[in-house]
């Protein structure tokens, strides 16, 4: 892969200016570069040992496709935490439900005094909301146990792994573990002297890049001479 890229790297970029109603062209050469249209690093977004690599190097991934995954105890163990106390805050929440409804009832009867009906409220209110914290833990839990499963971003080419099975991985801190890249489309990249373009603008009689660009051929020559 390191091989095939390394091939594109630098093409020769001809340009061929030819002014309006000349039967003549002026040539302008310049040195390039072939580019991935899109490129990602892969990194993980959580702590934790690399239990499976599930690639080799130089093949095609498709976007979403399981590249590496991390040993997902850990996750596990966080994930069924976060629902114990779920459902803790579920049963409190139930309880402070139950005990304001009766409190508000009773205080419309006459039975029981206003006094007890602000704290039956004020407990349901913070029992709402330790319930509403601990179903974002559960969510927050569940997410990252599909973390453990590290995917491709984008499809393209990918390179060798630079992590190993076994070795520990730090939440986005840690080395990237593979890059992957995008050839179809390519991008030829080349600098233009600003000199050589106010003369490419006189010789085709252009006022503008646009009508410059009308009248320009670009040749592509790769290492090899293709």
Known sequence: MSMRLAALRIALVFAAIVSAGAAHAETLRFKGRVEAAERAVLSSRLNGVVAAILFEGGERVERG?????????DAELALAAAEARLAQAQARSEGAERRAARQEALSERGVA??????????ERAVARAGLAMARAERDRAALDLERVVIRAPISGHISRP?????????????????EIIALDPAIVAYAAPYADRLTALEVAGAESVEELLAGVRIELYLPGGR
């Open 162 to 178: 630079m992590v190993a099975v076994g070795a520990f991985l730090e939440a986005e801190a840690g080395p990237p573990l593979a």
């Open 65 to 73: 496709a399981p590249l590496i995954r991390i040993d997902e105890a």
């Open 113 to 122: 005094p206003d006094a007890q009906v602000g704290p039956a409220r004020t």
